[in-house]
């Protein structure tokens, strides 16, 4: 099932993973480069560290108007949905300046990144997905405490530096009533109608 939530949070962990592949491609040791480690599960092995948590943190869920449907080219009716919260980004490592430098790398290619005259890489992911239309607040980034505690996932004492900022996002998505799914955004029609017509007459049809 393709769910709002878990698609928002896909979509900023792919835009975070293309945009350090742009921007600040890691050494490999057997040549090449590898891909920065992000994910919407907490880093639990070594081997994943320095690493990117992503989460979401909602603060509204709503339909679009009273009654209000749509429908696509074969009149199948779906329902629209709005929603706004905060799309979270925690930096994990092994050490204070490590987590630091992954930090201001994350800055970069999101905030920094976005106020360019051309689109950045993760503008570009962020803004093109096909099930979730969602506008991002490039112009405020909320600093979340840093953290350093011992202990880490894999049974040693050694301690774990986090930091995080989180971006605010609002946005739409359309939902199919029967399976729950979320619908691809350029296959709805809104249709509006004249009321109590016998026939509902259109008077307006417009591709999203």
């Known amino acids: 099932m393709s769910g709002y939530l878990?698609?928002?949070?896909?979509?900023?962990?792919e835009a975070v993973r293309q945009a350090f592949a742009a921007q600040y491609p890691e050494p490999d040791p057997e040549g090449g480069t590898r891909d920065v480690f992000v994910s919407i599960e907490y880093p639990v092995d070594q081997a994943s560290y320095p690493a990117i948590w992503v989460d979401y943190e909602g603060s509204e869920l709503r339909t679009v108007g009273i009654a209000y449907t749509e429908q696509d080219a074969q009149g199948n009716v779906y329902a629209r949905w709005r929603f706004a919260g905060h799309v979270t980004f925690t930096?994990?490592?092994?050490?204070?300046?490590?987590?630091?430098?992954l930090y201001d790398q994350l800055v970069a290619?999101?905030?920094y990144a976005a106020q360019s005259d051309w689109p950045s890489k993760f503008r570009q992911v962020v803004e093109g997905n096909d099930l979730v239309a969602c506008e991002w607040?490039?112009?405020q980034v909320e600093d979340r405490s840093p953290a350093a505690a011992p202990g880490t996932p894999w049974?040693?004492?050694?301690?774990?530096?986090?930091?995080?900022?989180a971006l605010q996002v609002i946005g739409e998505f359309v939902s199919d009533p029967n399976t729950y799914e979320l619908v691809n955004l350029s296959e709805i029609h809104v249709v509006a109608t004249l009321a109590n017509m016998p026939d509902e007459t259109s008077i307006i049809d417009i591709t999203s």
């Open 109 to 111: 290619i999101t905030a």
């Open 91 to 101: 930096t994990v490592a092994m050490t204070s300046n490590e987590r630091d430098m």
């Open 155 to 165: 049974g040693t004492m050694d301690v774990i530096y986090e930091r995080g900022l």
């Open 6 to 13: 878990r698609t928002i949070k896909s979509m900023a962990v």
């Open 137 to 139: 607040s490039f112009d």
